[in-house]
């Protein structure tokens, strides 16, 4: 609704105040991006008040070493059962595409092997395949850190949690539905005693806290911690430092998370020229984000993002339209 209200806005300004977007100069100004449209949004500083452009320079930030979350220690026998149904349903359409081979063969070779059976063969490889990619996309969105693993490091961890030698936990991040940067350990406080695990990556599927959530493992864990305990976890960050800029500065496409720059006039007197500015989202901290890929003296639009993603859509179906 938010980004219906700004294109709503942008086009009414364009009519209005006849903001025009334009093409690459030099190397200088050109965005980070070489995915995202070359159009530049131009404005005056009457269009700029207009529409409520605001430019700031991001301030320089560190992220907290620690962030607390909520565990739940997962059942090993959902593991065991998932992998199970992707081992049975891979070796059926296995064993469904090597009957179709075999029969293919005979049929071409004209050895006893009908139209008909041929395509009965067919249809039952489809159906096996069909259910070996939806059981296999059922353990990636159940256990996806566990499926992203290396073959052998993947069958260590899930030998050690079937056995009992260590447990799987999720460690939600309460009003948070991204992570940013991987946290380097975790810290599980049972009955006052420090117990560490290991964040293994980002689970695919929410729970009802709504929450991103983390996949951890938790060798040797201490006796009687077992499945459905919920306990306190302390999540730690490698230290870095980065650039804080509003959420409002903040926007989304398919290559990732990127900002609007000011770019340096040329002549006293020239529009203002904004370009996205490709960034790497490092935490979320406060009303913002630490991010990288900006300077700390740009002028980064911390106010009127979407409005210029509006005008830049809207700038480039005016060229397009001219060349008709």
Known sequence: MRVGAWRARAVACCALLGISSIAVGDDDDKPSDSGRTSAQPSLNVEQQRAVGIVVAHPLAGKAPERIEALGLVLDATTL?????????????????SAELARLRSLHEGGAGASLKMLEAAQAEQAKAQAQAQIAAAHFALNWGPLAALPAGARQTVIEATTSGRSLLLRADLPGRHAVGALPVKALLDVDGVQVPGRVLGTLRQTTELQSVGLLLEVPNAPAGLGPGARIQVALLTAAQSGLLVPRDALLYDENGAYVYRQLTKKAAGENARFAPVKVKLLLPLGDGWLVEGVDDDDDIVVHGAGVLWSLQGVGAQQHDDDND
């Not at 059962?81 to 296995?94: K, L, N, P, Q, Y």
């Open 80 to 96: 065991i059962s998932d992998i199970g149904d992707a081992t049975a349903a891979s070796a059926v359409e296995h064993s469904a």
